[in-house]
């Protein structure tokens, strides 16, 4: 009796096995992230949004604690996020959402980066429009 068990057993580990390492891969791959190329976010920067033309535009040159506002046209979004990051150091928390000021138009109004002990100008914008993740590098002044 007990070897007409075993197979079955054996084949029910398996399937366990697999199920757990495909919804463990799926949970632990981020989601994927878009560059955007931009020279001058002061003067806006597109990127493509669901096969649409959209745009993120700060209101200035950014520097560090210096507030400036910040503008993502995206036509049939919901939802708007950003936080700021530099490259391999951690900056904390600061992570604002867009309020829909219009259909397809968010805006945060008095944006803060922080001050880098280290003195580094380089930073990332990482916008979350919807499910769709868009990085965005620049430098400040």
């Given at each position: 009796m007990k070897?007409?068990?075993?197979?079955?057993?054996?084949?029910?580990?398996?399937?366990?096995?697999a199920?757990?390492?495909?919804?463990?891969?799926?949970?632990?791959?981020?989601?994927?992230?878009?560059?955007?190329?931009?020279?001058?976010v002061?003067?806006?920067?597109?990127?493509?949004?669901?096969?649409?033309?959209?745009?993120?535009?700060f209101?200035r040159p950014?520097?560090?604690m210096?507030?400036?506002a910040?503008?993502?046209?995206?036509p049939?979004?919901?939802a708007?996020?950003?936080?700021?990051?530099m490259?391999d150091?951690?900056m904390?928390?600061?992570r604002?959402?867009l309020?829909?000021?219009?259909?397809?138009?968010?805006?945060?109004?008095?944006?803060?980066?922080?001050v880098?002990?280290h003195?580094?100008?380089?930073?990332?914008?990482?916008?979350?429009v919807?499910?769709?993740?868009?990085?965005?590098?620049f430098?400040?002044?």
């Open positions: 070897w007409k068990i075993a197979p079955w057993v054996f084949v029910a580990i398996l399937l366990g096995v199920f757990y390492a495909h919804f463990a891969r799926r949970a632990q791959s981020p989601p994927q992230t878009r560059a955007i190329a931009c020279a001058d002061a003067q806006g920067c597109a990127f493509d949004f669901r096969g649409q033309a959209a745009q993120v535009r209101s950014p520097s560090a210096q507030s400036f910040l503008t993502v046209k995206a049939g979004a919901r708007v996020a950003v936080d700021f990051q490259p150091m951690d904390g928390e600061n604002y959402v309020k829909q000021v219009q259909p397809g138009v968010f805006t945060a109004e008095n944006v803060v980066l922080p880098c002990a003195g580094g100008v380089s930073w990332a914008a990482n916008l979350r919807d499910e769709a993740t868009y990085t965005l590098p430098s400040v002044r």
